[in-house]
């Protein structure tokens, strides 16, 4: 069916929220739903209409700067879609509406089917909650920022918390700032997040950017309570004790890395058994990191920091750094966002395996899979995958092997760990880079850790259009087209198709969608049969959205 001639498509209409309707958001029911509904638009073709829906101010000419944009259930087909209340409340919060305020808007729902839009709007406002939302994460971004403007890019801040482990409305991050360039703060790493501009300590939500001083790396710190900010310029990190050169009356200085991590190669020593050191900022005694007790390993190498003025109100106990054995090692002292951590890695030894998922000679293969050793560790009971340290998804647990179960879409942008705690609280798991895992490309990933062993293994599919007739060559005559993943869950591929050939999305074998359907989209399901809606030959844009366990997808064929 082709998808270019004469045909019409009509025009939704809104229903609810109804014409300059008044929609009250009640503080003690943030899960409430907000519908916004609205008549089916048709096309006389019968072809699919999809949807999107936008919140704007009220008299927007366009949409390029929508509040928000919602996509309904069903691959954007149903003609509903809802938010909770807190979500478009925080919405508002993020445009700075103040609590308790009445905003005028309009909800604009467009209908897509094919090539055609048609689109309608109506006016309704909506009252924000009485009391404001205060954000539990927040980011530092800007040209003045060692990441830039990309706000996707932007270095996340460490939340400070209490004893109990409730946030603080305070959060820090160690950086670099390029002296007469600005820089701002957000809530999340995104542009519809919530920007925090300011001057001369003062926080101002929506406000202009910051001026960033002298050129160098400093703490800065965000109280959201009393909507300051600070800088304390870092003229450098240091190590004092006697396990090292100088003893406590030296200072053996680190050299900045970037994001939020300092280095350098030095000699240890044991003079005692009981010999250690301390990390110090500038040579100053009231800013120190020890370790917190329990956090190391049996060798002494690595373990979590506190400031040592921060830990009773954090309900942490610390101590010095314990020396490890005699000899030369890199130390890494890394306080990027969560866990302040060092690392000592003893020079002259093979280096580990590099913990790489999805590194490989041959990465267009059909089913890919490769393993790297992570350690030797205890069993935890429980396993999650985080990402920059937002949890990815949860393991299940089977005896010593914690799996997946189903492919997560992992980016080569971000920076993988595995932690015993959803929230990166717990141990991190991994001898290499703190356990920071890298990914070689993005792709769906299948994982699998192993204690007993001591292996990571991960998989993930190519996926393939074949193409084919029963006759004319038959199948060892087939098109074997390699699709292109795009995150997230999708592959795409443009080929020129034949009328009459039948044709199959595959991963051989395991994977292999198709359908007894005959329509240029819709469903296949794993193990469905040849497809054959290929009716005319010329060269077609195909793509799939796949599940997260490969038992179905998501089809289109679109003739150029």
């Not at 014409?19 to 899960?31: F, M, Q, S, T």
């Not at 109506?122 to 994460?137: G, H, L, V, W």
């Not at 999340?188 to 300011?198: I, M, Y």
């Amino acid at each position: 069916m082709d998808p270019v001639g004469n045909w019409e498509l009509s025009t939704p209409v809104p229903t609810t929220p109804a014409v300059n309707a008044n929609v009250v958001l009640e503080d003690n029911l943030p899960a409430a739903a907000v519908r916004f509904e609205w008549q089916p638009a048709s096309a006389s073709s019968r072809f699919i209409v999809q949807y999107t829906v936008y919140v704007v101010t009220a008299g927007s000419t366009g949409l390029e700067n929508a509040l928000l944009t919602l996509t309904p259930g069903n691959s954007g087909k149903n003609a509903f879609v809802e938010m909770t209340a807190q979500q478009l409340d925080y919405i508002l919060w993020t445009r700075c509406y103040p609590a308790g305020a009445e905003v005028d808007l309009e909800w604009v729902v467009v209908a897509k089917s094919i090539d055609k839009t048609t689109t309608a709007k109506q006016a309704f406002s909506i009252k924000r909650f009485q009391n404001d939302y205060m954000p539990e994460t927040m980011f530092i971004t800007g040209a003045a920022t060692e990441a830039g403007d990309d706000v996707a890019a932007a270095t996340p801040m460490r939340a400070h918390k209490d004893a109990e482990g409730n946030v603080t409305n305070i959060f820090d991050v160690y950086t670099t700032l390029t002296a007469g360039k600005t820089y701002f703060f957000r809530d999340e790493r995104n542009t519809t997040s919530k920007l925090f501009g300011g001057e001369e300590g003062t926080l101002e939500g929506c406000g202009a950017g910051i001026t960033a001083p002298e050129t160098g790396q400093y703490r800065i710190t965000v109280n959201l309570n009393s909507n300051t900010y600070s800088l304390l310029k870092i003229d450098r990190w240091s190590l004092v004790g006697d396990a090292v050169e100088g003893g406590w009356g030296g200072d053996v200085p680190l050299t900045y890395q970037g994001n939020s991590v300092w280095t350098t190669t030095i000699e240890f020593y044991k003079p005692y058994a009981s010999a250690g050191c301390i990390f110090r900022a500038n040579g100053d005694w009231g800013y120190l990191l020890k370790r917190i007790v329990n956090s190391g390993n049996a060798n002494n190498t690595r373990g979590n920091l506190v400031m040592e003025s921060e830990a009773a109100g954090m309900g942490k106990v610390f101590e010095d750094v314990p020396g490890p054995e005699i000899g030369t090692y890199k130390v890494t002292l890394n306080l990027a966002a969560d866990a302040y951590t060092y690392l000592l890695e003893k020079q002259g030894e093979p280096e580990p395996t590099p913990t790489i998922i999805g590194e490989t000679a041959n990465p267009n293969g059909d089913a890919v899979s490769g393993n790297f050793v992570f350690g030797e560790y205890n069993v935890p009971n429980e396993l999650y995958l985080l990402a920059d340290g937002v949890m990815v998804g949860t393991f299940e647990k089977d005896a010593n092997t914690f799996n997946s179960v189903k492919f997560w879409a992992l980016q080569a942008s971000k920076t993988y760990t595995i932690n015993s705690a959803s929230d990166g609280s717990g141990t991190n798991y991994g001898e290499v880079n703190d356990g920071e895992m890298a990914v070689a490309r993005d792709q769906l990933y299948q994982l699998s850790v192993n204690f007993e062993t001591g292996r990571l293994a991960w998989k993930y599919y190519n996926m393939k259009l074949f193409h084919w007739a029963d006759v004319e060559g038959g199948w060892d005559a087939r098109q074997e087209l390699l699709m292109t993943y795009e995150h997230p869950y999708t592959f795409k591929v443009s080929g020129a198709l034949s009328a009459g050939f039948l044709s199959k999305f595959n991963s051989p074998w395991e994977v292999q969608f198709g359908t007894d359907g005959t329509a240029l989209s819709g469903t296949m399901t794993n193990g469905g049969a040849n497809f054959t809606g290929i009716v005319s030959n010329g060269t077609y844009n195909a793509s799939i959205v796949v599940t997260d366990d490969f038992t179905s997808c998501e089809y289109t064929f679109v003739k150029q």
